[in-house]
């Protein structure tokens, strides 16, 4: 079956730099969230949309940007990183008709020096 | 504010035993409950999942418990087997929200052979 598909995997970047996430969700799922997990943390919520709208959101810097295509695919959009924004950063999927259980990608690792 | 906690950060097991992790919740309005199991680099992995109208559901070789009245949800693991070994994850959705998910801590499971 398909999964959530994120690119990059990897990604370094220097303080001060920006970097853009991408998210493709499962087939037929509308709604897609992002979590920011550091190491040897729990995941935390940053934001989600539904049918391209914002939905919630949760701790995620003012620096940081995110907006679902009408493909349905997401961009989590960084700017000015910090040595602090190192960390995996996880899309997951839903869809009303799966009973919004969210279906996680493989996160990309986003290193910033 | 509310969040959802794990006991033990570690558990220790034989392979072939049975597996027990627990989890308290604090959030009463929160309606959905799901278990992940997340291996070192990857993506959480959905489990099972339960909502709060049920106190019990079984899935293969697992089994998930939610008892309201204590707010507490507990995965059972039959015949734990190396392929387990990983950190798990319980996450309650928030307080009744539809978008985000909260998650507790994570306990690493260890499956000796």
């Known amino acids: 079956a398909a999964g959530v598909i994120q690119s990059p995997r990897h990604l370094i970047k220097e303080k001060r730099e920006t970097a853009t996430l991408k998210c493709y969700p499962i087939?037929?799922?509308?709604?897609v969230y992002w979590y920011q997990q550091g190491p040897g943390q729990d995941p935390q919520f940053l934001i989600s949309?539904?049918?391209?709208?914002?939905?919630d959101k949760g701790s995620i810097p003012d620096r940081f940007s995110a907006q679902q295509f009408s493909d349905y695919h997401s961009e989590l959009n960084m700017s000015s990183l910090e040595l602090g924004d190192s960390a995996l950063y996880f899309c997951?999927?839903?869809?009303?008709?799966?009973?919004?259980?969210?279906?996680f990608g493989p996160g990309t690792r986003l290193t910033v020096l | 504010g509310e969040s959802v906690g794990l006991h033990l950060p570690t558990l220790s097991v034989q392979e072939g035993d049975n597996s027990i992790i627990n989890c308290a919740y604090s959030?009463?309005?929160?309606?959905?409950f799901i278990w992940y199991k997340q291996e070192s680099g990857k993506g959480p992995q959905f489990i099972i999942d339960?909502?709060?109208?049920?106190d019990k559901r079984q899935g293969q070789r697992v089994t998930v418990l939610l008892n309201k009245t204590v707010k507490h949800l507990s995965l059972q693991i039959a015949a734990t087997q190396p392929g387990d070994s990983a950190v798990y994850f319980c996450?309650?959705?928030?307080?009744?929200?539809?978008?985000?998910?909260?998650f507790g801590k994570g306990t690493l499971l260890t499956v000796n052979p």
């Open positions: 339960i909502r709060s109208n049920m």
């Open positions: 949309f539904y049918e391209k709208m914002q939905s």
């Open positions: 959030n009463s309005a929160s309606d959905y």
């Open positions: 996450a309650e959705n928030s307080g009744g929200s539809n978008y985000k998910l909260t």
């Open positions: 997951a999927s839903s869809s009303d008709a799966g009973g919004n259980t969210q279906y």
């Open positions: 087939p037929r799922h509308d709604t």
